[in-house]
């Protein structure tokens, strides 16, 4: 499975937006992921080991938890993957970067009718 085929899912990406907060516990990914998505733990554990199986998380036991970690090892692959596209949004960032930085101009308000 690509990286992008990974992340093409929703709980997934969910699932790598939390650990890249912080570690969890397998049981703190199946509550925030069973409240926002409606889906139960067994569907949660196999999100979570596509994402084991595929190199963009890790597990260590701590007595009877599990405790998930982010792998950054895969997103080199999607960064590198992305890195030929920054040119088109790059100039664009760096004008908005301008103007916040001079301040809102003024707008003329628009003539009432």
Request: aromatic share 8%; proline share 6%.
């Amino acid at each position: 499975m690509h990286a992008f085929d990974v992340l093409g899912d929703p709980v997934r990406r969910r699932i790598l937006e939390l650990l890249a907060s912080g570690d969890l516990t397998s049981g703190e990914v199946v509550d925030t992921i069973s409240a926002e998505f409606g889906i139960r733990q067994p569907a949660v554990s196999m999100q979570l080991k596509v994402l084991r199986e595929h190199g963009f998380a890790s597990v260590r036991p701590d007595g009877t938890r599990r405790i998930y970690s982010i792998d950054t090892g895969p997103m080199a692959e999607v960064d590198a993957w992305l890195n030929q596209f920054r040119r088109f949004w790059t100039q664009h960032l760096d004008a908005l970067d301008t103007e916040i930085r001079r301040g809102r101009r003024q707008r003329p308000d628009p003539p009432t009718a």
